[in-house]
């Protein structure tokens, strides 16, 4: 079983399909069972979907690191942590 942070890391490839069947599958095991990274593999999907849906090229690897990283700061273990946004 994967942990959150392995999906994480991952869920960027899974979105683009760059990921092998047995990981991807791993990874949908692991979003069928934990809500907090289904809430954010949506979201990330949503993300895609819009930017995707608007301008027809891939997105460079930076980009999505970018998301990534927006994803990582609003997702799983955000309730406790004090600092947001400055
Ligand atoms: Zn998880």
């Known amino acids: 079983m994967l942990s959150c942070k392995d999906l994480l890391e991952e869920l960027g490839n899974y979105l683009d399909d760059?990921?092998?069947?047995?990981?991807?599958?791993?990874?949908?095991e692991h979003l069928a069972e934990c809500r907090p990274c289904k809430v954010v593999a949506d979201s990330a999907r949503q993300t895609v979907k819009i930017v995707t849906g608007c301008r027809s090229f891939e997105l460079p690897s930076k980009f999505s690191?970018?998301?990534?990283?927006?994803?990582?700061?609003?997702?799983?273990?955000?309730a406790g942590?004090?600092?947001e946004e400055s």
Do not use: F, T
């Open 18 to 28: 760059e990921v092998s069947v047995d990981l991807r599958r791993e990874l949908e």
């Open 65 to 78: 690191a970018k998301i990534m990283a927006k994803i990582r700061a609003a997702g799983p273990g955000r």
């Open 81 to 83: 942590s004090g600092e």
